[in-house]
T-cell receptor
Framework: GDSVTQMEGPVTLSEEAFLTINCTYT??????LFWYVQYPGEGLQLLLK?????DKGSNKGFEATYRKETTSFHLEKGSVQVSDSAVYFC??????????????FGTGTLLAVQP | DTGVSQDPRHKITKRGQNVTFRCDPI?????LYWYRQTLGQGPEFLTY????????KSRLLSDRFSAERPKGSFSTLEIQRTEQGDSAMYLC?????????????FGSGTRLTVV
């Protein structure tokens, strides 16, 4: 079945460092891909998304490109801030006709940014 | 619209008791999902409604679990004869788009602790 694999954390960075969180997926068909963020004590928030190959999702300085050839959707940010400290989840959703469109999540990556 | 609401936010119950959670989706969303998230893991799909019809159930949803969505509005998730392994965050999400890859709106979740 469909699945998502993301790098294990925690990832600890200093402020203004470059961030990459790797995410790869296995899916039949052509899923949509998402990054969700969960701040301490809060619910899941959509960070960015991409619906087809070569699409780039971006939001709040974060970017991820849908790479069909490598089945990847790595999350990047050029300069992290302390406020980016959170758990980041990569997810996919089936998009074929009649699909449930349920989300399948990776296990999450904890990012800790130190001042 | 204030988003997806879940009630209660926290529930502590004794093993063997029944519990019921409620989810109020965004009013114009016809799709509603329940997920379960255990500590250190990504959310796992439990069940999906399109309007009032429950169209998919995960194998995670044992016969002690039942979900309803009368009239296609709010939804309830009931767990009968709770077990310690049921302790988790139960998340509700809603969506209105089909096949467009738009993200879902999540509620803040109900944290269940079975003692």
């Amino acid at each position: 079945g469909d699945s998502v694999t993301q790098m294990e954390g925690p990832v600890t960075l200093s402020e203004e460092a470059f961030l990459t969180i790797n995410c790869t997926y296995t899916a039949t068909g052509y899923p949509s891909l998402f990054w969700y963020v969960q701040y301490p004590g809060e619910g899941l928030q959509l960070l960015l998304k991409a619906t087809k190959a070569d699409d780039k999702g971006s939001n709040k300085g974060f970017e991820a490109t849908y790479r069909k050839e490598t089945t990847s959707f790595h999350l990047e940010k050029g300069s992290v801030q302390v406020s980016d400290s959170a758990v980041y989840f990569c997810a996919l959703s089936d998009q074929y006709g009649g699909a449930t469109n349920k989300l399948i999540f990776g296990t999450g990556t904890l990012l800790a940014v130190q001042p | 619209d204030t988003g997806v609401s879940q009630d209660p936010r926290h529930k502590i119950t004794k093993r063997g008791q029944n519990v019921t959670f409620r989810c109020d989706p965004i009013s114009e969303h016809n799709r509603l999902y329940w997920y379960r998230q255990t500590l250190g893991q990504g959310p796992e799909f439990l069940t999906y409604f399109q309007n009032e019809a429950q169209l998919e159930k995960s194998r995670l949803l044992s016969d002690r679990f039942s979900a309803e969505r009368p009239k296609g509005s709010f939804s309830t998730l009931e767990i009968q004869r709770t077990e310690q392994g049921d302790s988790a965050m139960y998340l509700c999400a809603s969506s209105s788009q089909i096949g467009t890859g738009l993200g879902y709106t999540f509620g803040s979740g109900t944290r269940l602790t079975v003692v």
